[in-house]
């Protein structure tokens, strides 16, 4: 069969039509690399404002993306604890790096924000409502992991009786691009988290690399009305049954090499995570000594709570104008590892490091699962990566369970 | 019990009633200050009405829920609600000036303005309680978060076996609405109050008579009292408000008298920002103190209760 009889044409008569004809969602389609640019410039026309993945300040971060070229093609990055490095490797592809510091909480829940306004007028004080519009967004190159991480957040912001407004509207809008990723960095323990490393839901498109194309697989309605006005600029070939087996397949190879990984001496550990009985297990053991230990180690600098895509704590903080008579609420992130979060009455409940790394840890691997139904970790690595010192959490979970009276002859 | 066999609800013996206002969660409304009345030194009530007779309207909240005030440019609070649920157009609370917000709270006057949203979190088991022996322990300000309920088993006497209201303070300074005791005790409410100690010269019924500021009641532990009333182990809710380690006594205390872990009631207090479960400052274990409390069952967070720093 010559590849031009494959040209997407609009088959299913069931499909919602999209005015003109596109691929429908579930099928697949390929993208050779140089359609990455009017992908971009579709999603720009829009209206949206685009964000992709960078190469700045040595590490790959999400930043406002406007030319395909500015994506990282050929660079790959080491990482360990409290270590990442960028490394040029010219067999690697577009989306070859593993995640940086960013992730789509950067954008969805950004760490300052306005949440009111009020003013003083004669000497009363009344709320104004103008809260800014702002672009929908669309972000290229999300991975298993933070589609997952998204997943968590929803349940944060939009999960239960108050519904977060900025977040609901910034989701709302949100169009997703996922990459399936083709490596893992040794922080990386999706597949002991269930998060990844293929992206599984919840994106618009979904793009596995192969050389000089991507196979694309449309994920919703509105990928398939991207796709069909991409139609409209270059020609879409569809992905053979075996073609797609073949991209599954990569994402597939990838998660049984992580669960064979082995430790090589001279190279990072690569990690995974039990997560078997987790809750119970932490919060069985809250007086455990490795509190106190991990304490002597920790800086409580908050950089993993900043780094972690499902952290979500927040203070707010007055922002008047000279007059004092205008007032801006601002909404930021905060984190367990300060002595502010858990203040009360001019001293701190949590005084020690000790109190406060046992606080995120138990919230994120236990107190999440009481209060939104999952665990707070996707299994990405950036606490570990960003972690000045290396500070392990499959580690300090590990070295608990392995002398907790609670798993004693398990 | 293991905090791990504890269930995943801790609130799971309290009524589930709308902890959160509808609608946008920092929406705000604009309150004036009618009155302000010294209660103890450096502890006032601010007497608080909506602008808005629509929001007033509509306004509605139950004994041990809090709004949050809001002095812009300066910051907002979690302050419990102490006047009467059946006249929520009238909204007090009692405030200890100990911070930004409640300094600042105490340099306004009445006519200023300020910004409540509300009410939130789970309430003391007021209504669920009927026909029980009702026991509210309070130490220091708790009796704030505690007078709301008081107000409402006042009026509702007859619906209640009987109401104790048992108030532990530093010295006799520290007693909170001590001009309402009459009214609370004409209602059928037994009053009994207790101080940790007295200031050097407080003339007592040993060394003198006759003097105003004299103290004939009790020195003692609020537990002391506690511990001396007759609590009938089937009958017998126990609700308490005071600082973390007072509450664990007075909760052991109730326990000794064989009243069930799930028939007594804690009101805990901790930093938040938003009162709906989204800033994550007022965690408590697996808990959300906003939400999913202020009042908890003393079952469900005991665990929690006993663990230093938590």
Known sequence: MHADDRVVQDTDPLRPTQ???????????????????????????????????????????????????????GWIDEQDGGHYRLQHDPEAGFFDHVVGPHSLKNFLFPARETIGHFLREDGTWRQVEDLP?????????????????????????????????????RRESLFLVAVNCRRAAATCFCHSTGCGPAASAGFDLCLTEFPGRFACEVGSERGAAVLAKLQEKVPLIACTDSERAAAAEQSERLEQAMHARQRVAGEPAPRSLNTEGIRDLLYDNLEHPRWEEVATRCLSCTNCTLVCPTCFCSSVSEVADLSGDAVQRERHWASCFTLDHARMHGTSVRSSTASRYRQWLTHKLAGWIDQFGTSGCTGCGRCITWCPVGIDITEEVAAIRATSPHDEGA | MSPAECSPSPANSLPAVATVPAGYP?????????????????????DLRFLDQEVAGRYRFLPGQFNMLHLPGIGEAAISISSDPANP?????????????????????????????????????????????????????????????????????????????????????????????REWKAAGVVVRTIVDGLPQGTATTENAAGDAAMWDGRVGLVTDLVNELTMLSDRTTLLCCGPDPMMTAVAHAALRHDVPAEQVFVSLERNMACAVRHCGLCQFGPVFVCQDGPVFSFAAIEPYLSIPHL
Request: proline letters at 7%.
């Open chain 1, 19 to 73: 005015g003109r004809g596109g691929p429908a969602v579930g099928s697949w389609v390929w993208l050779p690399t140089e359609t990455l640019q009017p992908l971009i410039d579709v999603l720009r026309t829009d209206g949206m404002r685009v964000i992709g993945p960078q190469v700045a300040d040595g590490a790959v971060v999400y930043r406002d993306l406007a030319e395909a070229g500015d994506l990282p093609v």
């Open chain 2, 89 to 181: 157009q009238q909204l007090a609370h009692t405030v200890r000036a100990v911070g930004n917000v409640t300094d600042a709270l105490a340099r306004l006057h009445p006519g200023d303005t300020l910004m409540l949203r509300g009410p939130f979190g789970r309430p003391w088991p007021v209504a669920e309680s009927t026909g029980r022996d009702l026991v509210l322990v309070a130490g220091g300000l708790g009796l704030a978060s505690q007078r709301a309920a008081i107000r409402e088993l006042a009026r509702r006497r007859a619906e209640y076996a009987s109401v104790t209201v048992v108030h532990g303070a530093k010295e006799p300074s520290g007693l909170l609405y001590t001009h309402e005791y």
């Open chain 2, 26 to 46: 920092w929406r705000s409304h604009t309150v004036r200050i009618e009155g302000i009345v010294e209660e103890i030194p450096g502890v006032q009530t601010y």
């Open chain 1, 133 to 169: 519009e702002e672009p929908p967004l669309a972000v290229i190159g999300v991975r298993g992991c933070d589609l997952a991480g998204l997943a968590i957040q929803d349940r944060v912001f939009l999960g239960g009786e108050a519904v977060d407004p900025g977040y609901h509207r």
